[in-house]
């Protein structure tokens, strides 16, 4: 089982910054690839930002540009550097954790086995 903990969430107003952190523990050497989602009220969950342990990454189109994913392998942590938001970044941005050996499969959910308890982020116009 891996554990996931996230952190960083809060208020902000347009065009301001927040970041993320996750940190994993418990069986990590289980996991090869991280990501970030998020769920807007009334909207599906969405990727937002993915990582695999080389470092490739992948991001949606809309926060192309505006928000970074990294990860300190040493930490087990994973980071969400958000800048230039906007009010419809506003949602519960969740932590994933899976593994997968394909290449790009990192950017699938159904790779994504574990799960944080979500972080609220809420960007005021």
């Known amino acids: 089982q891996v554990q996931l903990v996230e952190s960083g969430g809060g208020l902000v107003q347009a065009g301001g910054s927040l970041r993320l952190s996750c940190a994993a523990s418990?069986?990590?050497?289980?996991?090869?690839?991280m990501g970030w989602y998020r769920r807007a009220p009334g909207m599906p969950r969405e990727q937002v930002a993915a990582i695999d342990t080389s470092g490739s990454t992948r991001y949606a189109d809309s926060v192309m540009g505006r928000f970074t994913i990294s990860r300190d392998n040493a930490k087990n942590t994973v980071y969400l550097q958000m800048n230039g938001l906007k009010p419809e970044d506003t949602a519960v941005y969740y932590c994933a954790a899976g593994y997968c050996s394909d290449y790009g499969c990192y950017v699938l959910e159904s790779v994504y086995d574990y799960w944080g308890q979500g972080t609220q982020v809420t960007v005021s116009s």
């Open positions: 418990g069986s990590i050497f289980s996991i090869n690839a």
